[in-house]
Structure formats: structure tokens, C-alpha cells
């Protein structure tokens, strides 16, 4: 996979030496953009220096690259979508994108791609341009280095930074996306490559997988969005080395899983989500070697999770470790270290004596009563978790670790 | 008034008890700030610790300072002072005394170590504030019982037992009511529950200052709307003021009428 | 002057004053005397307003008492248990008095007058019940009142120690003073007291000069006077055992 894309890149770096380059700013003979595509021949460069230029709706329908020379801004004055490329090849680089407009009937793009089979989009900056990126039935293409902010405010009129519908072989790398609605979005997009973005105060997801298959991100950093990362309906998803963190809300979660099944999540770092992670009717899951701190919960179970592993986790500090909605599941949860275990290890081989039973009395009460959290921390609490530690009635019974860790693992996350 | 306040205040403030309570805070504090760096953490443990001590300590120093005061009380009432005075005086010296081991005692650490130079010291303060009134409110309560109660025994154990009702079981009955009526809306019932209860309010308030509020979800918002807009802040300080004068007020009627 | 006017008080079940009427104009030395337990203490703590009346008035110098307090600057007041703060010294002890009441130069003389120098700095926990009793005279007599009021005034004092109360005592009567003692010392009444007032089953069964006293119940001293008194109508009375149905009280007892 990952080398196809990298195929495809050597081409398209290969294909503006055997063309024309058509020049474009304010002052020369061609000074729209408009008018340089119309001019240009299949196969050439279109040029565009720096300057402003007042344009929307631009169609290209032929193979063509635009390079911007010194940040050139397009801006559509609110008045509706500025790129929109319906052809198998396409190159845009070096251009600032903005005020697209909102609107509450059609998804207006900063640039929208169709039937492309092999596109880059690489280092441009985009303010308020609505979904700034559009892909739609298109495959190989590289999203690249480009900076896309907006400053939503709620749901309904606001667009996604990168959204691609059903699309495949992508590679999203070195992205910066701030204040949409979704970072990225992904919507029947398979076999594709998520890497080295950071997603930040975007209103709904840092990054969104819908019936996505058989894709993979890492080394990626969600920020306080409204959820770092939503992977629902979708199969075979590897995450790693991603770090979530601050995703804290009435409503928020490091990573949302619905649905989903046979995955990795191996190396993340969850820090400060009010829930580290969610799932819900997700199956065969292998959450390993990752590092769960003070979130309100670092894992949250709701019903119909089975056959999922969660070994060989660092939880610290976490206001509750785990909360299982349902039990009678063959989950697995093993060789974790828990900071609050508070067993021995007498033979001294690291793994603690007794078992430690992850979840409190409190976390099951509240499962059942959320209104009762306004007792967290009091004395009464305190008292009833301890006596459920020694004569466990309540807390579901294989719900347990039966080797807790003495120490810490080392870290695998990016720091 | 002052002037017993005074001797009451200087009189506590050289007791041992008041050494070992202060330096209990102090060292409490010392050393969680050493063992993390993350104020905010530092907080939520002293919160924790605030919350159980300043209302049990406050109890049981002001019934005991009440009956181990006692020759001097009936000294001053031959002498040409205002009974209320007497008594409001040796409660406000009691209080302010629990107070200030409070202050120093948990104040000193977090102030060396720099909190108001972080995003903590609102945090902070809020529970310094708490810890004061829970502090002047169960002195209040428990100098109340002991004034009404000449058997030391008896008096000791209401006071214990009233904590113990506002500290332990109000929150059980609580999450019974909760659990019981769990398929009602209660947001509102809790949300009046825990204002009612001076312990509750002041660790609800506490809470939703350091944020906890989004493990609360719906609750949350609820509670979070309330504290957050200016009626419910002052309806909080009201009622824990309330919580404070009622049983001061107690103090100066019951003292009135009784016998030395 | 003091005025007292059906003055009732209970505790609980115990009815120890039962519409007291008392009315004592300065200058004047008045024993209230009464068998244990008669109420003497409490009469003199409801002046004092330590002890709050179910019933009944009590003006001193026209005003009522209730909820007053400032009428205590005009007396000096003995408890009859002299129970002071265990941990403090002497000394401190009257400097606090001073601080709370007022200055005054009197407890330098006091202090000597009654050879008390020695436990300045000795914490009053540590002090002998005579010596307390010394303090307690010192707390008193250091503020110069128009009224004296003092509850069995030489418990436990030595005999060189009576002398000179008794003397302070005169001289407090020579400046016109009116001054109020309960004892259980009958030489004491014989020696000091102009007037005697007995409180006998919550009521004052007798008030009189000590003369008069003599006379009505012809003792040779006060002492004899009161044992007749009890005779007559006291619970030792032979009225009093016939009526509570007790065993007879053995006849030596009744002689006399
Ligand atoms: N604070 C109190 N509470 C309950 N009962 C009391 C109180 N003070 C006094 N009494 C009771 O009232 C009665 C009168 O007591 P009081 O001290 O006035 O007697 P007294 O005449 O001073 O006796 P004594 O000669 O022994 O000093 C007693 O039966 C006593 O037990
Ligand atoms: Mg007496």
C-alpha cells in the first residue's frame, strides 16, 4: 500500500518537466486564475504569483499543475466553492484558500476533487473554507503539509477540514486542522494512511472513520475536539502511536469505537480525556502497551464488547480505570499496571500476588446512576469502595486482572 | 466581645492541638507538592483532606474546648460582660483559631511553591474559602450542642453524631434516593440535595472548579449552569452563610437562658 | 439596693425557690443562711444573673436585671468554688480580670494584704484550695462596689488569713457598703452580721436582726438559734417526721 503511494508521488514529481508553464498574477496579461486554466494546455504548469485574486468556482477538467508562487490568496468572498477538479490528475501546491462562505444546503469546497486517480494537494493554508478539502470516488492521493483552519462554532453550519468519500489508497500526513467541524473525515475510505497530523479544537472529531476499512493512523496528535478520534462501522483500523489528550467535555472521548472490529490500538498516549476510550459492539480488539493518564475514565465499556484484549496498559492517576457496562463478556484484561493497586509482590517477580479488580464499586454505581457522580470524592464513597475492595459483592466478577503490574511499562507513545 | 475573642483566639492558638492540626495540614501538603508537580493534583488531594478534616477537627475542638473552658465562662459571666458576647466571643476565637492553622498550615506549602503564580490559585482559594466556613459551621454546631448539653458524654457524642449525619450518612441516603428513583429525571432533586448539605456544597463547588464536571455529563451541565451563573453562586454562599449563622444564632438564645 | 420579688426557680423537678421576696437597702451586712442545698447559691447567682429565674423580678438599683448586664460593674462577686482556668498563672489570671473590667491599683495591696506573692507565676491548677481561695478574695475585693456579694467567703481559709477577711470585711461595712454572705460559720454571723435571712424549703422563713433572731427562738448565740429554729421547723421538726411517716428520729437528738 504504502508503496504505491509512493509510486504514484515519483510520477506525479515527474510529470510538470515535460510541460509548458503558464504564468499568472495581478499585473500581467492573464490575472485570473480562471483565465490561466482556460489557457493552459493538458499537461502544463499554471503559475500564479503572489497577490490577491477574487475568484470562486473555478472547474478544471484536465491534467494540469498549479503551483502558487509566494502564498498567492484565492478568495471567494463568501460566494461559494473555489477549486473544483473533476480529472484523473491534479496538483495544486502553495496557495492560501479562504472565506468559501458557509452555507446549510450544499457542501461548498475549498478544492473538491472527483474521479481523481492520482491528485496531491500539498502545503496550502485554508481559513473558513467551509471543507476546505473535498474528495469524492478518488483514489492515490496525498494531502500533504497544508494548514486548514476554521472557527466553528456549532455543528450543523460548519464543514470538515478533510472530508473523502468513498476514496482509497490516501495518505493524509503532516496536516495541521484547527476549529472545524471534523479534522478528517472518512466515509468509505479504504486502505489508506492517516500519519503526523495534528487535529485540534475541531467541534466534533479530530478524526472520523465511517465504514472505513482496513486503514491505519499514527503518530498523530488530537487535541481538545469534541472527541479526538470516532472510528465507527469499520474493520481492521490500526492506531498507533497517537496521543489524545484534553478531549474533555460533557460529551467527549479520547477515541470513540462503535461497532468496529479486529483493530490495533497499540503505543497511544490518552491524557486528560473525560473518557479515554469508548466502545460499544466492538469485537476482537487488541489494545495493548498503551498509557492511560489522568482521564475520567481511561476505558469505558458499554454493552456488547466481546473478545477484546487490554493487556499490558499503564493506568495512572485515572479518576476511574475502567468501567464495564454489561459483564458475562470474555474480555481479557491483563498484565496492566494500575496505579492504584495496592497489592504486594512478595517472590519479587513484578507481577503482583493478588488480583486487582479494576473496577470500583463507584465506577458500577454510576454506570447505573450517572447522577450519582455528584458524590464523587466524598467520604461516603470512600468508604463503600473500600469495602467492596475487601468483600466484593457488587463489581462484576471477571472483570480482573490476575497478574497487575509492580511497575510501569515504558512508554511507546509519542511524547 | 473582642476581648474574649481575643483571649479565646491567643488561648487555642498556643494549644498543642492547634500545633498538631496546622502542622498535620502543612506536612500533608509539603509533601504531596513534593510528590507531583502538578498543583491541580495537589488540589484535589488536599480537597479530599479539607473536606473530612475541617468538619471533624471543628466538632470536636468545639465541644471540647467548650467544656474545658468552662471555669473560665463561669469567671467571665460574674464579671460585667454581655452574655452573648461570652459566647460569640469564645466561638469566634474557636473558628478563627481552626482557621488560621488551616491557612498556614495548608497556605504555606502551596505558597512556596508558587500558586499564585498558576492557574491554580483561583482553585486555591476556593478551597481555603470552603475550608473556613466548613470550619466556622461545625464549630457553630458543635459549641451549640455542647452549650445545651451539660453531660460532657452526651454532648461529645451528638456532635460526633451530627458530622457523622452531615459528613457519611446524608450522602448515603442520598445515593439510595438516587438509585431508587433512577428512572426520573433527578438532576434538579440531587443538585438541591447536595447544595442543602454545607459538606456536599462546598465539595460540589470544589469540584466543578477543578473541572470534574464533564464526568457528570447531563448532571454536570445542570450543576455546572447553577454554580456557574451568578444566582447560583450566591444562593451557595448563602446557604453555607446560612449554615454558619443558624447555629450562631443558636449559640446566643440558648446561652440566654441557661444556668451556671 | 437590690429588690426581689416572687423570684421562682427549678431545676427539673427540684423546686429550690419558691416566690422568694427580698428587699436589702445599703448600707448594710446581711448572712443569708439555710441548710445545704436550701438555694442560697442560686438566690445569689440569680442576682448575679448567672442562674435565669423561672418567675419573678429582680431590680438592682431600680433597674431589672433581665438581659442586663452592666449592673455587674457595682458588685464584687465571690463564687462559693473558686474554679478558675487550670493552666494559666496568678499573675495572668488578674491581669485578664483587669483587661476585661477595668484598670484598677487595689490588687497590689491585696495581694500582699493576704501574702499571695510567692505563687504569682504558679499556675492556678498547681494551687492549694486556701491559697485559690485567696485569688478568689483578690479577683474579688480588687474593684471598689457598691455591693458585696461573697459565697461562703472563708472555705478553707487559715486562721491569720480569717482575721484579716474579717477585717476587709468590716472595713467595707464602715464604708457603707452592702454586703450579702452566706455561711455555714455561725461565729461568723455573731461576729459581722447585722441582719439574718434564712432560706429554709425555698422560702425565707426569717429575716430579722441577729437580735431578733436570739429572741424569737431563745438561743444564747445565733448557732443555738437555728438549731431551734430546725426543731420548730425544719425537717428535723417532729411535724416534719410525722408527716413523712420516717422512723421516729431518735430522742437524744430531739433534746435540747
Ligand atoms: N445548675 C444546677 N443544675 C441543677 N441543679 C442545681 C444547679 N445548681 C443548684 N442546683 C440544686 O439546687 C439546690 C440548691 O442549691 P444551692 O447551691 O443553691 O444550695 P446552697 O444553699 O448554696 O447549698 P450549700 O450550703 O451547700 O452551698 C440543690 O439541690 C442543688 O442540687
Ligand atoms: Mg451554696
Redesign the pocket.
Known amino acids: 500500500m504504502k508503496n504505491n503511494i509512493l509510486i504514484a508521488a515519483l510520477l506525479f514529481a515527474a510529470f510538470p518537466l515535460l510541460s509548458n508553464t503558464l504564468v499568472v498574477c495581478p499585473d500581467c496579461p492573464v490575472n485570473t486564475i480562471a483565465k490561466g486554466i482556460a489557457l493552459a494546455n493538458p499537461c502544463d504548469t499554471v503559475l500564479v504569483q503572489s497577490g490577491t485574486y477574487y475568484e470562486n468556482n473555478i472547474e478544471i477538467n484536465k491534467d494540469l499543475t498549479l503551483i502558487g508562487e509566494g502564498m498567492p490568496v484565492v478568495d471567494g468572498k463568501e460566494q461559494g466553492e473555489i477549486f473544483t477538479v473533476e480529472n484523473k490528475y491534479f496538483y495544486i501546491e502553495g496557495f492560501r484558500i479562504q472565506n468559501v462562505g458557509r452555507s446549510y444546503v450544499e457542501d461548498r469546497a475549498g478544492i473538491r476533487i472527483r474521479k481523481s486517480t492520482q491528485f496531491t494537494i500539498r502545503n496550502n493554508e485554508f481559513d473558513e473554507a467551509f471543507f476546505a478539502i473535498y474528495l469524492q470516488n478518488s483514489s492515490k492521493g496525498l494531502i500533504e503539509g497544508n494548514h486548514i483552519s476554521a472557527h466553528s462554532l456549532e455543528e450543523a453550519n460548519s464543514g470538515n477540514a478533510i472530508h473523502a468519500w468513498y476514496c482509497s489508497y490516501l495518505e493524509i500526513a503532516n496536516n495541521v486542522v484547527k476549529g472545524n467541524r471534523d479534522g478528517i473525515y472518512l466515509e468509505f475510505v479504504d486502505n489508506s494512511l492517516i500519519h503526523n497530523n495534528l487535529s485540534q479544537d475541531n467541534i466534533r472529531y479530530g478524526l472520523h472513520f465511517m465504514f472505513s476499512d482496513d486503514d491505519s493512523y499514527y503518530d498523530n496528535e488530537f487535541v481538545d475536539n469534541g472527541a479526538g478520534v470516532a472510528v465507527m462501522y469499520s474493520k481492521n483500523i490500526v492506531m498507533q502511536r497517537n496521543v489524545f489528550r484534553d478531549n474533555w467535555g460533557a460529551a467527549s472521548y479520547g477515541l470513540l469505537l462503535k461497532d468496529i472490529f479486529d483493530s490495533e490500538i497499540f503505543h497511544n498516549r490518552f491524557n486528560q480525556n473525560t473518557v479515554g476510550i469508548f466502545m460499544e459492539t466492538s469485537n476482537r480488539l487488541k489494545i495493548q502497551q498503551n498509557e492511560f493518564s489522568e482521564n475520567g475514565w481511561a476505558v469505558k465499556m458499554s454493552g456488547g464488547n466481546q473478545t477484546n484484549i487490554l493487556s499490558k496498559n499503564n493506568f495512572l492517576h485515572n479518576t476511574f480505570n475502567l468501567s464495564v457496562h454489561s459483564a458475562g463478556t470474555d474480555n481479557v484484561f491483563s498484565s496492566n499496571y494500575w496505579s492504584d493497586y495496592a497489592g504486594y509482590d512478595l517472590d519479587k517477580d513484578g507481577v503482583g500476588d493478588v488480583p486487582h479488580r479494576p473496577m470500583k464499586l463507584f465506577s458500577y454505581v454510576v454506570s447505573s446512576t450517572p447522577e450519582a457522580m455528584v458524590l464523587l470524592r466524598s467520604l461516603f464513597i470512600d468508604l463503600l469502595n473500600f469495602s467492596e475492595k475487601v468483600s466484593p459483592i457488587f463489581t462484576p466478577e471477571n472483570v480482573i486482572d490476575e497478574t497487575p503490574l509492580m511497575t510501569p511499562l515504558p512508554v511507546f507513545g509519542k511524547v | 466581645m473582642f476581648k474574649i475573642f481575643k483571649y479565646s483566639f491567643f488561648d487555642l492558638i498556643r494549644s498543642r492541638w492547634t500545633y498538631i492540626y496546622a502542622g498535620f495540614y502543612f506536612l500533608f501538603t509539603l509533601g504531596m507538592l513534593m510528590l507531583s508537580s502538578d498543583l491541580s493534583k495537589v488540589v484535589i488531594s488536599s480537597m479530599n483532606v479539607v473536606l473530612i478534616l475541617c468538619p471533624l477537627i471543628a466538632t470536636m475542638f468545639g465541644v471540647m474546648y467548650y467544656y474545658n473552658s468552662r471555669e473560665f465562662t463561669e469567671l467571665l459571666l460574674s464579671q460585667p460582660i454581655k452574655r452573648t458576647s461570652i459566647f460569640t466571643g469564645q466561638f469566634l476565637g474557636l473558628a478563627t483559631s481552626l482557621s488560621v492553622s488551616l491557612l498556614v498550615g495548608a497556605g504555606i506549602p502551596f505558597l512556596m511553591f508558587g500558586v499564585f503564580g498558576s492557574d491554580q490559585a483561583g482553585n486555591f482559594l476556593v478551597l481555603l474559602f470552603n475550608g473556613v466556613v466548613l470550619s466556622f459551621i461545625f464549630a457553630a454546631i458543635s459549641f451549640f450542642i455542647a452549650l445545651k448539653n451539660?453531660d460532657k458524654i452526651k454532648g461529645f457524642g451528638l456532635a460526633i453524631l451530627v458530622w457523622l449525619l452531615l459528613a457519611v450518612v446524608y450522602d448515603g441516603l442520598l445515593l439510595l434516593g438516587l438509585s431508587w428513583f433512577r428512572d426520573y429525571p433527578l438532576e434538579k432533586a440531587s443538585l438541591i440535595a447536595s447544595v442543602l448539605n454545607p459538606i456536599d456544597l462546598s465539595r460540589v463547588m470544589l469540584l466543578l472548579k477543578l473541572d470534574i464536571s464533564a464526568l457528570m455529563s447531563l448532571t454536570g451541565a445542570v450543576y455546572r449552569k447553577f454554580l456557574g451563573s451568578g444566582v447560583g453562586m450566591a444562593i451557595s454562599v448563602a446557604v453555607l452563610l446560612i449554615w454558619t449563622i443558624i447555629p450562631t444564632l443558636g449559640i446566643r438564645r440558648v446561652c440566654l437562658r441557661r444556668?451556671? | 439596693m437590690i429588690e426581689i420579688t416572687g423570684l421562682h426557680k427549678s431545676?427539673?423537678k427540684?423546686h429550690?425557690l419558691k416566690g422568694v421576696e427580698l428587699s436589702l437597702v445599703p448600707p448594710g451586712l446581711i448572712a443569708i443562711l439555710?441548710?445545704?442545698?436550701?438555694?442560697?447559691?442560686?438566690?445569689i447567682?440569680s442576682i448575679l444573673g448567672m442562674?435565669i429565674p423561672d418567675r419573678g423580678e429582680i431590680e438592682v438599683d431600680g433597674a431589672s436585671i433581665k438581659k442586663a448586664w452592666e449592673y455587674r460593674r457595682q458588685i464584687s462577686y465571690l463564687p462559693?468554688i473558686a474554679r478558675f482556668p487550670e493552666n494559666i498563672r496568678v499573675r495572668e489570671l488578674i491581669a485578664m480580670v483587669k483587661d476585661l473590667r477595668g484598670e484598677t491599683e487595689m490588687d497590689v495591696s491585696l495581694i500582699s494584704y493576704f501574702g499571695l506573692q510567692p505563687f504569682l507565676d504558679k499556675k492556678l491548677g498547681n494551687l492549694s484550695g486556701g491559697t485559690r481561695q485567696k485569688v478568689n478574695l483578690v479577683l474579688c475585693f480588687m474593684y471598689d462596689c457598691p455591693i458585696v456579694i461573697l459565697?461562703?467567703p472563708t472555705a478553707g481559709l487559715d486562721p491569720v488569713s480569717l482575721v484579716r477577711l474579717k477585717k476587709l470585711i468590716k472595713t467595707k461595712r464602715e464604708e457603707g457598703k452592702l454586703i450579702l454572705i452566706?455561711t455555714?460559720v455561725m461565729d461568723l454571723v455573731e461576729e459581722l452580721a447585722e441582719e439574718v435571712v434564712y432560706?429554709l424549703e425555698g422560702n425565707i422563713h426569717f429575716r430579722g436582726t441577729v437580735a431578733e433572731l436570739k429572741e424569737k427562738y431563745q438561743g444564747r448565740n445565733v448557732e443555738e438559734s437555728i438549731a431551734a429554729l430546725l426543731q420548730k421547723d425544719g425537717p428535723f421538726s417532729l411535724g416534719a417526721v410525722a408527716s413523712n411517716g420516717h422512723a421516729k428520729v431518735p430522742e437524744t437528738l430531739l433534746e435540747n
Open positions: 451539660e444556668d451556671f | 431545676f427539673g427540684n429550690v439555710g441548710p445545704n442545698g436550701s438555694g442560697k447559691t442560686t438566690l447567682k442562674v462559693q459565697d461562703e452566706t455555714h432560706l
